[in-house]
């Protein structure tokens, strides 16, 4: 293409325009049809260059419009999912929801903020009272303490922001309760256990720093291959204390079936309920789909 552009500009002898339309017919999708037209171009070469030129650069426009296609045809060929036809979180938002939440307020939202917000404790629920930390802390080697309680608890509720902030506007709002609830729990967890109120405000601080440095590790970690993952799980869950490999092999596999499984429930059903189920942290087939189960909302009373 290149060399049939600089004969076009040069208007150089026949020569330059063989060497430059063959390399054009080598490249071509319709090779038929591109020796018809450059057979044409030598029964016009004596019209004169302005024709001439003129016509091969139709030649070319044609060339890279079935360049053009075929690229198109290629991208259609990705394997989406049903995720990635239907994007909720790119959902249109009018001038006013815009301002209003420019200005730090929230939008009006597909359901009533109290029953999100009841969802949104009862999927934290879900990741405190459903998890076995037992079974973590044997297999992983993991000290009993609230710290490891903490970490094992964010893992999970990493997971559960990953699969909300697919459902929109509602879905992030509904993140945010999450979090919010987290952070109250840790805090009731930590007077329960009759922390220094000064000590539990600077683990509090400590804690926030590293929830939010474990979220950019792990978001990198499932966009990515297993050993990123693993290194984030390694330098988030274990903190850097981790010499068995199997271990991360473990958790990578965990995480990995885990997403795959809240991807599969309903997020009408999620923005409802909250309902989330976990998967064993040991399976004998790991790599196995489980069909969720669908939960029974009751909105009486919100």
Same mark, same amino acid.
């Given at each position: 293409?290149?060399?049939?552009a600089r004969a076009?500009?040069c208007?150089?002898?026949?020569?330059?325009?063989i060497?430059?339309?063959?390399?054009?017919?080598?490249?071509?999708a319709?090779?038929?049809?591109?020796r018809?037209?450059?057979?044409?171009?030598?029964?016009?070469?004596k019209?004169g260059?302005?024709?001439l030129?003129r016509?091969?650069?139709?030649?070319?426009?044609?060339n890279?419009a079935?360049t053009?296609?075929?690229?198109?045809f290629?991208?259609?060929?990705?394997?989406?999912?049903?995720?990635?036809?239907?994007?909720?979180?790119?959902?249109?938002v009018?001038?006013?929801?815009?301002?209003?939440? @420019?200005?730090?307020?929230?939008g009006?939202?597909?359901? =009533?903020?109290?029953k999100?917000?009841? *969802? $949104? &404790?009862?999927?934290?629920?879900c990741?405190?009272?459903?998890?076995?930390y037992?079974?973590?802390?044997?297999?992983?080697?993991?000290?009993?303490?609230?710290?490891?309680?903490?970490l094992?608890a964010?893992?999970?509720v990493?997971?559960c922001?990953?699969?909300m902030?697919?459902?929109?506007?509602?879905?992030?709002?509904?993140?945010?309760?999450?979090?919010?609830?987290?952070?109250?729990?840790?805090?009731?967890?930590?007077?329960?256990?009759?922390?220094?109120s000064?000590?539990?405000?600077?683990?509090?601080?400590?804690?926030?720093?590293n929830?939010?440095? @474990?979220l950019?590790?792990?978001?990198?970690?499932?966009? =990515?291959?297993?050993h990123?993952?693993? *290194? $984030? &799980?390694?330098?988030?869950l274990?903190?850097?204390n981790c010499?068995?490999?199997?271990?991360?092999?473990?958790?990578?596999?965990?995480?990995?079936?885990q997403?795959q499984?809240?991807?599969?429930?309903s997020g009408?059903?999620?923005?409802?309920?909250?309902?989330?189920?976990?998967?064993?942290?040991?399976?004998?087939?790991?790599?196995?789909?489980?069909?969720?189960?669908?939960?029974?909302?009751?909105?009486?009373?919100l």
């Amino acid at each position: 293409m290149a060399a049939l552009a600089r004969a076009l500009s040069c208007q150089t002898g026949v020569t330059q325009w063989i060497t430059g339309c063959s390399g054009l017919l080598q490249t071509a999708a319709v090779p038929g049809q591109c020796r018809r037209m450059l057979c044409s171009i030598f029964q016009r070469h004596k019209a004169g260059p302005f024709r001439l030129s003129r016509f091969c650069r139709g030649l070319i426009q044609a060339n890279g419009a079935t360049t053009q296609q075929n690229r198109s045809f290629y991208n259609t060929n990705k394997h989406l999912s049903a995720k990635d036809s239907l994007h909720p979180s790119e959902e249109k938002v009018g001038a006013f929801t815009r301002i209003i939440e @420019a200005m730090g307020f929230t939008g009006p939202l597909k359901y =009533s903020r109290w029953k999100i917000k009841v *969802a $949104a &404790l009862r999927m934290y629920t879900c990741c405190v009272e459903k998890t076995d930390y037992e079974e973590f802390f044997s297999r992983c080697q993991m000290p009993d303490t609230l710290n490891s309680w903490f970490l094992v608890a964010q893992l999970h509720v990493w997971m559960c922001l990953v699969r909300m902030k697919q459902e929109g506007r509602t879905g992030k709002y509904m993140c945010r309760y999450i979090v919010h609830c987290m952070w109250e729990d840790v805090e009731q967890r930590g007077k329960v256990m009759g922390i220094n109120s000064v000590a539990l405000k600077e683990d509090l601080k400590s804690m926030v720093e590293n929830f939010y440095a @474990a979220l950019f590790g792990y978001d990198e970690g499932i966009l =990515s291959d297993d050993h990123v993952l693993a *290194a $984030a &799980l390694w330098r988030n869950l274990f903190n850097r204390n981790c010499d068995d490999p199997r271990h991360l092999e473990l958790l990578v596999e965990y995480v990995r079936k885990q997403v795959q499984h809240l991807d599969a429930l309903s997020g009408e059903d999620l923005l409802l309920t909250g309902e989330v189920s976990w998967r064993p942290l040991v399976e004998s087939d790991a790599r196995s789909i489980l069909k969720p189960l669908s939960p029974v909302y009751n909105d009486e009373g919100l």
